[in-house]
């Protein structure tokens, strides 16, 4: 839990320090403090203008000295900096990134927690035994191309249809850049497929599968849906695409595609102008609305969430007020049964020791070294390495580098024991706490997220962002209370009462795990639905472009 070095009135200045060996802290003052502020206890006075969130030497530092923050180095400093000096990244040299051998594996063990019962939601129950926390028809595209055509169809969907079948949630096209024009053999193809075959099985989609197909494109329908993989609704009932042939649709058409699975391809003869391809994309999501019309919400545990955790636009604010919080809450879902992700591979990498000390198996444990050195050697290929993460938001939030930045995003994955590592691209088979390994961009991060099955996200962000995702609700936590002040309507919690001294890190874990029993049993709605904020699909695709 953070220390505050002192607790005077609001106006006076106020510094937080995360470890006691830290000899920076950072300024929690709206507008940062002048140049000749006195820190609480007189000891320290600004040499600079400090701005909010920013490091200010507590001690004098030698050239070459340490500079610390969460008790760990996150830069060494250039040059000396005096006492009451600003600290930011212009005066750090970055330390190296810490090697993979010789790692602690598996040496952690906490005592169990006691399980947290008794607390559950309203949500939909699949054929497959999973949940979701909305009703959506989600309609599949295996290429751009068809991207326009779609989202025509959509739009005619939600004015024409939806209003006949009220439980039904929203449509939503699964929009990618995928499927042509890629090298569809290379070894890392395998990455983006996988990513479209798992979201379009997210339990927010009911076990209903339609696709829409150009007809030449590289990524077929049958490659996207191997026949004997996918669940599919039909008018007989639940069942498994299999090679047996496959009714036609109401009106005659025949459906195309592999197996069972249902596709309208627009380059089939039987559509003669653009109209014959949307009504035959009418036609046949209203049979999807039908049945998933039928659906109602039930009882369920709290067990059955699946939630994955990220930030964006991060802040200093990011690890002393929102990660922390989102850790407890982490900490409360593996003890209620959930499953939860925690992702963002550079965000991550240089706290790598303390995942691995974590790892409930020393196969566990190999299995996050195993992803970040493929992710190392991915970096490799584009000539950066991980410090090309930071943002200029992140440095202008006080972050001086990735190291610092880290440290703070780790912190959402709490204190569980870390039970299973997933690729880019899999699908979560395991409860408890798992690393899903991502990039760390916000848009990719999340579709991954999506596919490994989440059914609700929650998002922190210190600078701010309006990013939402259509398919799952998005609960989005401001790190600082000038943030939820001014975007009060795109907010959904504010941990900046932490820093404030008004909530502790236990309160706001507590509220934020409650919220999230309200939004995934529909009680609430986040600012991103209401305002219908919903970012694209960003496929992670490694392998080459022809």
Request: proline share 8%; net charge neutral.
């Amino acid at each position: 839990m953070p220390e505050t070095l002192a607790s005077p009135p609001a106006a006076a200045p106020l510094t937080i320090r995360m470890h006691a060996a830290d000899n920076v802290a950072i300024v929690a003052n709206d507008g940062g403090l002048p140049a000749g502020t006195a820190l609480p206890g007189g000891a320290v006075v600004l040499r600079d203008r400090v701005p909010q969130g920013h490091k200010v030497a507590l001690v004098d530092l030698a050239r070459g000295a340490a500079v610390l923050r969460y008790g760990v180095p996150i830069g060494h400093a250039l040059d000396p900096i005096p006492a009451g000096s600003w600290v930011h990244e212009r005066l750090l040299q970055m330390p190296e990134a810490r090697g993979l051998e010789n790692l602690p594996m598996a040496t952690v063990k906490p005592e169990p927690q006691p399980p947290l019962e008794g607390y559950t939601f309203e949500g939909y129950r699949n054929p497959d035994g999973s949940v979701g926390t909305r009703n959506i028809l989600a309609i599949t595209q295996t290429v751009q191309c068809v991207a326009g055509v779609t989202d025509f169809a959509v739009k005619r969907i939600k004015a024409e249809l939806l209003p006949k079948y009220p439980h039904v949630d929203d449509v939503v096209a699964l929009e990618h850049g995928y499927g042509c024009g890629v090298a569809i053999d290379a070894p890392d193809a395998v990455i983006p497929i996988r990513t479209l075959r798992h979201i379009s099985l997210n339990p927010n989609f009911g076990g209903e599968v339609m696709v829409v197909s150009l007809g030449c494109e590289k990524l077929q329908p049958e490659r996207l849906f191997p026949s004997d993989a996918i669940p599919i609704q039909n008018a007989r009932g639940t069942g498994f695409a299999g090679p047996q042939g496959v009714p036609p649709l109401p009106g005659g058409e025949p459906r195309s595609g592999a197996g069972g699975l249902d596709t309208v391809c627009l380059q089939d003869d039987a559509h003669v102008g653009f109209m014959s391809m949307v009504e035959s994309i009418l036609r046949q999501a209203e049979e999807h609305l039908k049945r998933l019309n039928a659906r109602q919400r039930v009882t369920v545990p709290a067990s059955e969430l699946v939630v994955g955790v990220q930030c964006g636009g991060s802040d200093a604010f990011s690890g002393v007020t929102a990660n922390p919080a989102v850790g407890f809450c982490t900490d409360l879902l593996v003890r209620a049964g959930a499953s939860v992700m925690f992702s963002e591979t550079t965000e991550v990498r240089d706290g790598i020791a303390q995942l691995t000390a974590r790892a409930t198996t020393p196969e566990v444990a190999q299995a996050m070294v195993r992803e970040m050195a493929w992710y190392d050697a991915y970096l490799k290929r584009g000539s950066v390495d991980r410090s090309a993460n930071t943002t200029p938001g992140n440095k202008k939030g006080g972050l001086s580098n990735i190291v610092e930045k880290a440290m703070g995003s780790i912190v959402k994955s709490g204190s569980a024991p870390i039970s299973n590592v997933l690729s880019p691209g899999e699908k979560l088979k395991a409860k408890g706490l798992t690393y899903a390994a991502t990039p760390a961009s916000d848009f990719i991060c999340g579709t991954l997220q999506l596919a490994a099955g989440m059914n609700l996200h929650v998002f922190t962000t210190g600078r701010g962002t309006p990013y939402g995702l259509a398919p799952v609700p998005v609960i989005k936590v401001a790190t600082r209370s000038d943030l939820a002040r001014r975007w009060h309507d795109l907010m959904d919690l504010n941990a900046g009462t932490i820093a404030d001294g008004t909530a502790s890190i236990e309160d706001v874990g507590w509220a934020l795990f409650h919220l999230m029993l309200d939004v995934a049993s529909g009680r609430r709605q986040t600012w991103a639905e209401r305002w219908k904020l919903h970012n694209a699909l960003v496929l992670f695709n490694p392998a080459p472009v022809t």
